[in-house]
């Protein structure tokens, strides 16, 4: 081993992994895994939800074993049967979700399983936690070695993963999306460690959906995707377009496919919608064909105008007319018989019941429909019923018995869009429906959006995303502080006229 | 470490001055219930049996299962050591290790099932706790065992003492001072508190989980072999029912003495104590004037008081955690 002090890169690299697979039943999960990690360096590991990322680090971290390619430590092959064995070879793993044990104190979830020892092979308390105390100030942070682990901050917790990292002297470090929930200074502090490492000549590989982290920390990246390697580059030999054109496989300007359709006759029709010190005098309409943009800042009111007009929530003045009859308010179920569809924001709380089957989520909102003499659903009705939609969407499940829950968040979404659609609504109203999901999987919904627009449906799209807003309306409403402000129409629709009329920004 | 010791040290603190307050209170209205020969014994040894499997169901708690067959191992250990000692001559050291090895294996079973079938262990040990019994009752049928078969200086041990303390007591804090050794100094001890924090990052830690979790039944299996053999050393008769219903106190005992019913805290002293209060109570509440059908009640207001204080414990804690990190910022 060369000293610490030696940043320079040697020829062995620190970890290999060559045209390594791995298939669950019928499921390949990891077509062709390739990744090489050098001494003294941060490889970035970038892909769509789904590409392969997690199961190629589950399979370094032990948890997985390959079903063939080399995997090869230092040079030289190796066979990991746990995560106890990848653990003793130098590998620490640092997952999105740091798993720490919640009722013990943070120094013995550094030292578990490995605590220093005294005679009778008693635990070394004193120097266990005076070893905790002296890796907690070379990492620079201030956290009591002596508090219990519960309650502790992500990005404190995710400090100890390290501290638990650098104790074992492991030699490889995987970061999976460490900085997902973390805030901007936590970023900072934990890219410093990060660095601080890497000058150490360990080997750290870094898995980010935030394309601006990588191009500040990382040296190179590599690109995954359906399962398989498609290219590794130096940082400074590549830019975004790039990353994100082999993420996908074609060309970013792909990513809004707006079709043109015919605008037809009004089939929303709201006016004067009131709810007390929530929004005021909010009048729209949506059009047959149109999709219609709700832009706005977080805390606008956008989402509880949709949840107001689908009738979720009651309001206080107003109307909302539907191809010409009144829609009562606060009742959703007339708001879906009337052809309304609410598409809501977060779509694991309120869109899924996660625990439940693919079949089971889609004709949830038709089971009324679906059922024998309004009472029994046979698997079989249930099942034709959701193939249907399944296959329109494209949502990638061999099975439709499988639980929602284990999808990657952009087929969750698809299910909760097929689930809707199965109501056959005449308007849909989509709160940030691309939010959380990869890029590949979000031009799907994009698509979808606009083929459906395309064959006379009313969209009303509430996003908080410019690109996506500009990309697919064909009008943008803009809210600011419960009112609309703006209503602008396609062609004049830029990023700052939306965003100085959601805003208030002087023109 | 200080401030996770303070609190559980208040934990079984309360617990211990509970039950000095029954003893007290009781020996103030009857002074014979501590002075006096038979007061002082029966205060030491009557909770020892269940003491014992408390140990051994703490142990279980903490790795977040429970143990349910424990009075059927019991009553399985009891008789066979009663039957050996009617029918063989084997000496009463080899009987009493034959009966601890004997639940041990029970408890193997347990584990086994548990770590190979991946049901809970809750399900498990409720289908143990009458198969056990069941074979039981087929074996011993109507038959008993009575002090007439049980050697003489086998039944000493029920009641000898040393220097004033019954032997049966020392016993138990010797099985209660290893336990709570191991526990609190030894990497597998605090496994078994990591195990039961959280049983998902244990197995992404690296820790043998499976292997662990198989020792603490088998422990919790050779303990009530253990008791089954003091059973027959204290009572000198053993039916097919012999140690029915103290699973229940056992797991009662744990959860007075601030055992976290899903695991990952607590201690074999905390749930000693419990042991000690909950029988001790038993014996006291007559003494106190209490009508009968109350000292069921009062057992289970105390099970359910110490559950609603880990609560406000927990909570008071999260409380002052945060606290701490608004002033920090």
């Not at chain 1, 002297?169 to 901007?184: H, K, N, Q, Y």
């Not at chain 1, 309001?315 to 569809?341: C, Q």
């Not at chain 2, 000095?20 to 020969?37: C, Y």
């Amino acid at each position: 081993m060369a000293s610490p002090a030696t940043p320079a890169p040697r020829a062995t690299p620190a970890l290999e992994l060559r045209t390594i697979s791995k298939s669950f039943g019928a499921v390949v999960a990891l077509r062709s895994g390739t990744l090489t990690l050098e001494h003294g360096k941060i490889m970035a590991l970038v892909g769509e939800n789904g590409a392969g990322k997690s199961t190629l680090v589950k399979i370094i971290a032990g948890l997985y074993q390959p079903d063939s390619g080399e995997f090869l430590l230092e040079g030289r092959p190796v066979e990991f049967r746990s995560t106890a064995e990848a653990k003793a070879a130098g590998i620490a793993v640092i997952y999105q979700e740091p798993t720490l044990f919640p009722d013990l104190t943070v120094t013995e979830n550094i030292f578990m399983g490995r605590q220093p020892l005294r005679s009778f092979g008693r635990i070394d308390r004193k120097s266990m936690h005076a070893e905790a105390i002296a890796l907690f100030q070379r990492l620079g942070v201030r956290i009591n070695p002596d508090r219990q682990a519960r309650g502790l901050s992500i990005a404190d917790q995710q400090i100890i993963e390290i501290a638990k990292a650098i104790s074992l002297d492991a030699r490889v470090l995987i970061m999976d999306e460490p900085t997902a929930a973390l805030s901007g200074v936590e970023v900072d502090r934990l890219f410093a460690v990060a660095r601080s490492l890497r000058d150490e000549g360990r080997a750290l590989l870094f898995i980010s959906h935030r394309f601006d982290e990588v191009f500040a920390l990382c040296d190179s990246v590599t690109v995954m995707r359906d399962g398989a390697y498609i290219s590794t580059a130096k940082i400074a030999d590549t830019d975004v377009d790039e990353i994100v054109r082999q993420m996908v496989g074609r060309d970013v300007a792909d990513l809004f496919p707006k079709q043109q359709t015919t605008i037809g006759d009004v089939l929303l029709d709201v006016k004067g919608l009131t709810s007390a010190g929530i929004f005021d005098d909010i009048s729209f309409q949506v059009r047959s064909g149109e999709i219609v943009g709700l832009a706005g800042l977080v805390g606008a009111g956008r989402s509880e105008v949709a949840r107001a007009v689908f009738g979720v929530d009651g309001y206080d003045g107003g109307t909302v007319v539907l191809a010409g009859s009144r829609v009562p308010g606060h009742d959703p179920a007339a708001a879906m018989r009337a052809g309304l569809a609410l598409v809501p924001e977060d779509r694991r709380r309120e869109g899924l019941v996660i625990g439940a089957s693919v079949a089971e989520n889609l004709t949830i909102a038709i089971r009324q429909r679906l059922s024998a003499a309004g009472l029994f659903i046979t698997g079989r009705r249930e099942n034709e019923a959701s193939r249907v939609w399944a296959s329109r969407l494209e949502v990638k499940s061999s099975a439709l018995d499988a639980e929602v829950g284990t999808f990657s968040g952009g087929n969750q979404q698809k299910v909760v869009l097929a689930k809707w659609l199965a109501t056959e609504p005449r308007v849909l109203i989509v709160d940030e429906p691309t939010r959380g999901i990869d890029v590949g999987t979000k031009a799907e919904v994009h698509r979808l959006l606009s083929q459906l627009a395309g064959e006379g449906l009313g969209i009303l799209m509430i996003s908080s995303e410019l690109p996506e807003v500009l990309g697919m309306a064909d009008r943008v409403l803009v809210m600011r502080e419960g009112r609309i402000t703006a209503t602008i129409e396609r062609a004049d629709a830029t990023a700052e006229s939306v965003m100085r009329a959601a805003t208030g920004a002087a023109a | 470490m200080n401030s996770l010791k303070r609190l559980t040290r208040a934990r079984e603190t309360g617990i211990l001055l509970a039950f000095l307050l029954v003893v007290i209170a009781t020996t103030v209205k009857n002074p014979s219930f501590v002075f006096s020969q038979d007061g002082f014994r029966d205060l030491l040894v009557t909770p020892m049996l269940v003491l014992l499997i408390a140990v051994g169901e703490a142990m279980v708690i903490i790795t977040r299962n429970v143990d349910l067959s424990v009075g059927s191992v019991i009553g399985l250990t009891a008789y066979t050591a009663g039957t050996l000692f009617k029918y063989t001559d084997i000496p009463w050291l080899l009987v009493a290790l034959i009966a601890i090895a004997g639940g041990a294996a029970l408890g193997a079973v347990n584990g086994l099932l548990i770590s190979i079938a991946k049901v809970p262990s809750l399900v498990i040990t409720l289908g143990t706790l009458y198969a056990f019994r069941g074979i039981n009752v087929l074996w011993t049928g109507s038959n008993r065992i009575n002090s007439t078969d049980i050697p003489n200086d086998f039944q000493m041990i029920g009641t000898a003492q040393l220097l004033y303390i019954p032997v049966i007591t020392i016993i138990a804090a010797v099985v209660l001072i290893a336990a709570a050794w191991y526990l609190r100094n030894t990497r597998g001890g605090r496994e078994f508190y990591a195990i039961g924090s959280d049983p998902d990052a244990a197995n992404l830690y690296g820790l043998k989980v499976g292997r662990r979790v198989l020792l603490a039944f088998i422990v919790s299996g050779a303990l009530a072999g253990l008791a089954g053999v003091l059973y027959v050393a204290r009572y000198g008769t053993v039916d097919s029912q012999a140690g029915s219903g103290f699973e229940l106190q056992a797991v009662g005992a744990a959860v007075i003495g601030g055992v976290a019913i899903f695991g990952g805290i607590g201690s074999v002293w905390g749930a000693a104590i419990g042991a000690m209060l909950l029988l001790t109570i038993n014996r006291a509440l007559p003494v106190l004037g209490i009508q009968d059908f109350w000292q069921q009640a009062v057992v289970g207001a105390l099970i359910i008081a110490a559950i609603v204080l880990d609560r406000i414990l927990a909570l008071r804690q999260a409380r002052r955690l945060t606290v701490m990190e608004d002033s920090q910022a």
